[in-house]
């Protein structure tokens, strides 16, 4: 399982540091949440952001860019260009999505689809043999700290099982990420869905304690339900 901390909600004008202390703990894939102002509501950063974090981090950490850009067709390699290793684009975004997708697996990055918390997953099924990872929001994107929508169960089961037999019929794996208030109180009943990926906001980066802390309670938590 991944815990995949979003630094969305960390001190942004230290970003580097709050980077480094995710990485301190041991969690080296790093989600980072673009947002354009238009796609969203909300804007944050891009490309010359991810290259100095990229300077300032090493090879070794996973670069997961969450584009919640209105424009991920036209600006995608620049992405690539900064550093990024994945890139999750939403399908709502996206006019020819499975040409996007495997533009981006061909320029070298893997790649994942977003379905925010209206988007039926059917969608992604028509594509689930050209990605790598499916993005279930389970919040609203556009803003860290939300509550999780509970009604995304049901669509997560559906993809599970798509995906499961995928796999028995000799397809590639897929990770399911989950991303959107995501707490050590609900991390491991979401795993029982067979989510095996886990955007961690506000769960990490908060001021009750360190992300070393925070991360403690989120994975004991996650060790009980699960066994
Ligand atoms: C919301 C972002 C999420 C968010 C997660 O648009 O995509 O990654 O920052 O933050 P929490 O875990 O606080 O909901
Ligand atoms: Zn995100």
Redesign the pocket.
């Known amino acids: 399982m991944i815990i995949a901390p979003?630094v969305?909600?960390a001190d942004l004008s230290n970003l580097a540091v709050a980077c480094k202390q995710a990485v301190d703990s041991g969690l080296d894939w790093l989600?980072l949440?673009i947002?354009d102002g238009n796609f969203?509501p909300?804007l944050t950063f891009g490309p010359p952001v991810i290259k100095s974090l990229r300077n300032a981090l090493g090879e070794k950490p996973v670069f997961d860019a969450?584009l919640?850009v209105s424009n991920a067709e036209d600006c995608y390699m620049d992405y690539i260009d900064a550093g990024c290793n994945h890139l999750s684009v939403h399908i709502e975004a996206a006019t020819h999505i499975h040409r996007l997708v495997t533009a981006i697996r061909e320029a070298g990055a893997s790649v994942g689809v977003v379905i925010n918390p209206g988007t039926p997953v059917e969608g992604v099924l028509e594509i689930l043999t050209e990605i790598d990872l499916v993005l279930v929001?389970s919040?609203?994107?556009?803003?860290?700290?939300?509550s999780f929508i509970p009604s995304v169960e049901g669509k997560i089961r559906r993809l599970k099982q798509a995906i499961d037999d995928q796999v028995s019929n000799g397809g590639r794996p897929v990770q399911i990420q989950i991303?959107?208030?995501?707490?050590a109180h609900n991390i491991g009943e979401i795993a029982s869905w067979g989510v095996s990926n886990f955007?961690?906001?506000?769960?990490l980066f908060n001021d009750k304690a360190s992300v070393a802390e925070n991360l403690q309670h989120i994975m004991s938590s996650y060790e009980q339900y699960n066994g």
């Open positions: 979003s969305l909600t989600h949440d947002m969203v909300n969450h919640m929001m919040v609203n994107p556009g803003f860290g700290g939300q991303d959107g208030g995501v707490k955007v961690v906001g506000s769960g």
